[in-house]
């Protein structure tokens, strides 16, 4: 322990405060009176390893609230942090995610809501209010390469089908599902620059007779190329579906049947972005024994988000 003003003489403990019951400390010799400084977070004036459990935390599928009581801060914080990490995962994800190159892809989307769903939106709510989806694409090699958050309409999806045209670099194959919207788009962003496939699943029975939380009965598959010269077998919407059920899992506002839901879009897109990153970047899968991105040969090494965020001195509001 050194006097800032940096005299030859050893501090003594002043008095106490905070919640935290933090020591002060005075110096003999010219009286200045200060608490020992800590490594903080410069875009967030918080201590940078309350960052990383913060982080960790809503990675891992904490809500925000869960999240402020482990780590005993307020939930304001929480959010403070989730937006900067948020804004930093999406700033990486932009520059790391070029180049790709990718034999087979799938993509599906993912419905959510901001606010309130859709039967409870009125004319004087915000446009956000409502439905959201997330539209994501994933490779062999467990990649995620573009994903776009919006509404179930032709503009989302074309600036999902156009962000995925220019982050991959070589002819692929593409399956989606029987959405006829995909068909269209794919069409005019890549015309016969790829193979694409449907996988059209029947379930047998309307969404409407079907019991509210169990899943219908699925009585048959259907594979068929729509253009291009793709290989039936290996067309599959399996690994998308299964890339879904990570994503509502590990972010709370996802999770279905729980209380966690976004109250803004601006938040779910942060969070949404934090996902990905760490999905890409930092999670070891059991099934390649490395990160995605590694496997893609995006990267030699495992990056981790908290890092990133610590060193980025500011971000405007």
């Not at 999806?157 to 794919?186: C, H, K, M, P």
């Not at 409407?208 to 169990?214: A, D, G, L, Q, T």
């Not at 067309?235 to 972010?251: D, G, P, S």
């Amino acid at each position: 322990m050194q006097c800032p003003n940096k005299c030859n003489s050893k501090p003594y403990i002043h008095g106490r405060y905070g919640k935290q019951n933090t020591p002060r400390y005075e110096c003999p010799r010219c009286g200045k009176t200060f608490s020992q400084s800590k490594k903080t977070c410069p875009a967030l004036n918080i201590p940078a390893e309350t960052v990383y459990r913060i982080l960790s935390c809503l990675t891992e599928g904490s809500g925000v609230r869960a999240t402020a009581r482990i780590n005993n801060v307020n939930p304001e914080t929480v959010l403070k942090v989730l937006r900067i990490a948020g804004i930093k995962a999406s700033m990486i994800l932009d520059r790391e995610l070029q180049n790709i190159k990718a034999d087979q892809i799938s993509v599906d989307e993912c419905w959510t809501f901001v606010q309130k769903k859709n039967r409870r939106v009125t004319a004087n709510d915000h446009p956000d209010h409502g439905d959201q989806w997330v539209f994501l694409a994933i490779t062999e090699d467990k990649l995620i390469p573009a994903y776009a958050l919006g509404k179930r309409d032709p503009h989302t999806a074309y600036q999902f089908i156009s962000e995925l045209q220019n982050r991959i670099t070589n002819r692929f194959q593409l399956t989606s599902d029987g959405w006829r919207v995909y068909q269209s788009t794919i069409e005019d962003v890549f015309g016969s620059g790829i193979d694409y496939s449907q996988e059209i699943k029947d379930y047998g029975q309307m969404e409407s007779s079907r019991e509210r939380y169990s899943p219908s009965d699925l009585k048959a598959v259907e594979r068929k190329a729509i253009s291009g010269n793709p290989n039936l077998e290996l067309a599959t919407t399996a690994y998308i579906e299964r890339a879904n059920r990570t994503l509502r899992t590990r972010m709370r506002r996802l999770t279905r049947l729980a209380s966690g839901f976004s109250k803004k879009k601006a938040y779910l897109a942060a969070a949404l972005a934090l996902h990905i990153f760490a999905y890409n970047f930092s999670t070891v899968h059991g099934s390649i024994k490395c990160t995605p991105a590694q496997k893609a040969d995006l990267t030699d090494h495992r990056l981790d988000v908290a890092r990133f965020v610590c060193q980025l001195k500011s971000i405007a509001r």
